[in-house]
């Protein structure tokens, strides 16, 4: 029987270590910086949110406010002027009160409870917004409406109507009524009495043209906003958007209806269609407005395919109507050359930056195994690294905010440097200075060993731009030729990337005496599109073969060797299927495997909210009419790692999230009974109320001590 061993290890402290979140400019003058943090908080078992206000006095010189408690502010932002800031609160008690607060300075300018009117605020990227208007009168922000089937005020409704089903967005933003608010405030007046109002309207795409749901909403005028609207497919479906950046999406001009402000009833009125900005067949999304240009900006994919691939970023003069696109895809770059753009869902909130050469984006991009910072003219798309690894010190970088003149503040990381604040002054030629405005506090423990971290960069021969990032201690007088044992660890997607950003969960299994290999392998972000599409079709092999490459040549190298309890591999969603690929193909390599959440058996879709990928990955068109055959299931049971069961001969973790809209959990379960009943060695941790990413606070916890003791007992030949 399994059983916690109770070992030492780091992981807590590293893990309640804060991660910057958000930041923005405080002030006209823009020396005054508000920088939001997550933390962990392992002994009320939740995640906090705390921030702390920067002071600027001088170019090199810097005061700040004590971190401060922020866990009831669930998003906010400050308005063009700088004068006023937008708060969306909800009360941390058992009634969770919501309110909408406009402060201008140390005054609460307007304020109301919206606890009756909707649901939760939506606070994740891409439903998410909070725009104000120019004059700051008026507010957008993103809610769920409240669910009819459970609301007090419908039960005398249809019942029909209250239990019709509704599609959901799937893993991670499972809301079903994502719903766009206008937030108005002012002071009306009668006669000699003047009375201070407030009024809230939800705003819904014209009904007569198709069900299309706002999010990303940003105010274009007083009386025109842009927004991106998602769209269903022709069989009713919302396919899960979380990470997947190819659904049928567009940016949309839209007028608001004139608003009665007398009216102090809840109400819901149309928007009028002005014009669809993006194209048909591209996934636009993201708009931003540079206001003195008069031009707005947004960033798309091609719809269908690959889940994520080179973004595309657009543009359209609002005066002349002209539109460009300003950076196309980059199909294979040039020898270190500028891969293309990665950036996920979202420009960063407040992207612009004016030097005398013109105007600029400022956004973090993946370029190969780094997040780097560009910065992308917006005449004519030419692109500045603006952080190239000179220092060696492998950072990997995200953008918070600018002040839209010179400055920028950003978050940045490296696999033995935890994530710290710095703000960037760039200068007309295009160089920068870096300003560190925030670093965690360690104790001398944490800081000594750390130092005894070491990561590199290693290109797999013979494998085109397949790399691996490796992370191990290096612990002084100790012989650094002796070799530690390697744990390879692909990523998830299986387009996305892993840079080389800081982990608690790695840097503490480092720390405790192994080395981690984390394979880049075909199919990854940041190296150009040719790379991302050439795994299409060949999913279950050609990722498979490249990283068992990376493990034979880290060998090869002497990072590792082979043999019992030398090499272990750990992986999740796609990864997991990667590892189970691995340990059913080369039974004789791996000693061990965590497999969290994985795919197992490509035939059987069951509840994932992203069907289409069981068929595009492996080389199969998917449409809205597409369905399981008995041939399709005959190929795609040949490239699962089902196929390989019956060879495995390493012991086996399955860590399963029982709540997992992405992959059905009756994939573990089927895995772990088909081992289970061959007699190998398995076991499985069940998360009753945990998703895909299992990354609740103790659920992480448990999680990794599950894997560390796992692989010790593996590495010492122990029966687990």
């Known amino acids: 029987?399994?059983?916690?061993?109770?070992?030492?290890?780091?992981?807590?402290?590293?893990?309640?270590?804060?991660?910057?979140?958000?930041?923005?400019?405080?002030?006209?003058?823009?020396?005054?910086?508000?920088?939001?943090?997550?933390?962990?908080?392992?002994?009320?078992?939740?995640?906090?949110?705390?921030?702390?206000?920067?002071?600027?006095?001088?170019?090199?010189?810097?005061?700040?406010?004590?971190?401060?408690?922020?866990?009831?502010?669930?998003?906010?932002?400050?308005?063009?002027?700088?004068?006023?800031?937008?708060?969306?609160?909800?009360?941390?008690?058992?009634?969770?009160k919501r309110f909408v607060e406009i402060w201008a300075g140390d005054r609460l300018e307007a304020s109301q409870e919206v606890s009756s009117t909707h649901g939760a605020f939506l606070t994740d990227d891409p439903l998410s917004c909070l725009s104000f208007s120019?004059?700051?009168?008026?507010?957008?922000?993103?809610?769920?409406?409240?669910?009819?089937?459970?609301?007090?005020?419908?039960?005398?409704?249809d019942p029909f109507e209250r239990f019709r089903y509704t599609p959901q967005f799937g893993e991670g933003l499972s809301k079903k009524r994502p719903t766009l608010y206008l937030f108005k405030w002012g002071t009306s007046t009668e006669g000699d009495h003047s009375t201070d109002f407030t009024r809230l309207t939800a705003l819904c795409f014209p009904q007569s043209l198709g069900p299309v749901i706002l999010g990303q909403a940003?105010?274009?005028?007083?009386?025109?906003?842009l927004a991106t609207g998602f769209e269903y497919t022709e069989s009713g479906r919302l396919l899960g958007i979380k990470s997947c950046v190819n659904r049928i999406t567009g940016v949309w001009m839209l007028g608001i209806p004139q608003i009665n402000t007398a009216n102090t009833s809840p109400a819901t009125e149309e928007l009028a269609v002005i014009s669809k900005l993006s194209s048909t067949g591209h996934s636009g999304r993201s708009p931003r407005i540079l206001s003195e240009a008069s031009t707005v900006f947004w960033i798309s994919n091609k719809v269908g395919g690959a889940h994520a691939s080179c973004v595309l970023l657009h543009s359209l003069n609002m005066l002349s109507m002209e539109k460009k696109t300003i950076l196309d895809i980059?199909?294979?770059?040039?020898?270190?050359?500028?891969?293309?753009?990665?950036?996920?869902?979202?420009?960063?909130?407040?992207?612009?930056?004016?030097?005398?050469?013109?105007?600029?984006?400022?956004?973090?991009?993946?370029?190969?195994?780094?997040?780097?910072?560009?910065?992308?003219a917006t005449d004519d798309g030419r692109v500045t690294n603006l952080t190239p690894d000179e220092d060696k010190l492998l950072y990997s970088w995200s953008v918070?905010?600018?002040?839209?003149?010179?400055?920028?503040?950003?978050?940045?990381?490296?696999?033995f440097i935890p994530s710290e604040v710095v703000l960037g002054r760039i200068d007309d030629a295009g160089g920068v200075s870096w300003l560190v405005l925030s670093q965690p506090t360690l104790t001398p423990e944490i800081e000594r060993q750390l130092r005894t971290l070491q990561a590199t960069i290693i290109q797999i021969p013979n494998r085109h731009a397949v790399e691996t990032i490796l992370l191990r201690a290096n612990t002084p007088g100790s012989d650094s030729t002796i070799s530690r044992p390697c744990v390879c660890s692909p990523h998830g997607g299986p387009h996305a990337?892993?840079?080389?950003?800081?982990?608690?969960?790695?840097?503490?299994?480092?720390?405790?005496?192994?080395?981690?290999?984390?394979?880049?392998?075909?199919?990854?972000?940041?190296?150009?599109?040719n790379f991302v599409r050439k795994l299409l079709g060949q999913c279950g092999t050609l990722d498979v073969q490249d990283c068992i490459a990376s493990v034979n040549h880290l060998i090869d190298i002497g990072v590792s060797e082979r043999g019992p309890g030398k090499q272990f591999v750990y992986?999740?969603?796609?990864?997991g299927f990667l590892a189970a690929h691995l340990i059913g193909q080369y039974p004789d390599v791996f000693s061990a495997a965590v497999i969290a959440n994985p795919v197992i058996s490509c035939g059987e879709i069951s509840t994932s909210d992203i069907p289409d990928w069981y068929f595009v990955e492996f080389g199969f068109p998917y449409d809205s009419t597409t369905i399981m055959t008995p041939s399709l299931y005959a190929s795609l049971f040949a490239a699962s790692?089902?196929?390989?069961?019956?060879?495995?001969?390493?012991?086996?973790?399955?860590?399963?999230g029982e709540a997992d809209l992405r992959v059905a959990p009756t994939q573990s379960l089927t895995y772990y009974h088909a081992l289970k009943g061959r007699g190998k060695a398995i076991e499985m941790l069940a998360f009753p109320k945990e998703s895909h990413p299992l990354s609740g606070v103790e659920t992480s916890k448990i999680c990794w001590e599950a894997t560390r003791d796992w692989f010790d007992a593996a590495q010492n030949q122990l029966v687990v």
């Open 497 to 529: 990337t892993t840079v080389t950003s800081f982990s608690p969960v790695f840097t503490a299994l480092a720390l405790g005496g192994y080395a981690v290999s984390f394979v880049n392998y075909t199919g990854s972000l940041g190296f150009g599109e």
């Open 330 to 376: 980059v199909w294979e770059p040039d020898e270190n050359g500028f891969p293309g753009l990665y950036v996920g869902y979202s420009l960063p909130s407040q992207p612009f930056l004016k030097l005398s050469s013109g105007s600029f984006i400022a956004t973090h991009s993946v370029w190969g195994s780094r997040s780097t910072v560009l910065l992308i």
């Open 641 to 656: 790692p089902i196929s390989h069961v019956d060879k495995v001969c390493a012991k086996v973790l399955l860590l399963l």
């Open 571 to 575: 992986g999740g969603s796609h990864g």
């Open 218 to 225: 940003i105010f274009a005028s007083e009386d025109r906003i």
């Open 134 to 157: 120019p004059s700051e009168n008026a507010l957008l922000y993103s809610a769920e409406a409240h669910d009819p089937a459970t609301s007090d005020t419908n039960k005398d409704a």
């Open 1 to 96: 029987m399994f059983k916690r061993s109770g070992k030492e290890h780091l992981y807590t402290a590293l893990a309640e270590l804060p991660v910057p979140t958000s930041a923005c400019f405080q002030n006209s003058g823009h020396d005054v910086i508000r920088v939001t943090f997550s933390k962990q908080d392992h002994e009320r078992n939740v995640t906090r949110s705390i921030s702390s206000t920067i002071f600027v006095t001088s170019p090199n010189t810097l005061s700040s406010t004590l971190a401060q408690d922020a866990s009831d502010i669930q998003t906010s932002t400050v308005s063009p002027s700088k004068s006023r800031v937008a708060i969306l609160r909800q009360s941390s008690d058992q009634e969770k």
């Open 400 to 415: 918070l905010g600018t002040d839209s003149h010179r400055q920028i503040i950003c978050a940045r990381s490296s696999p």
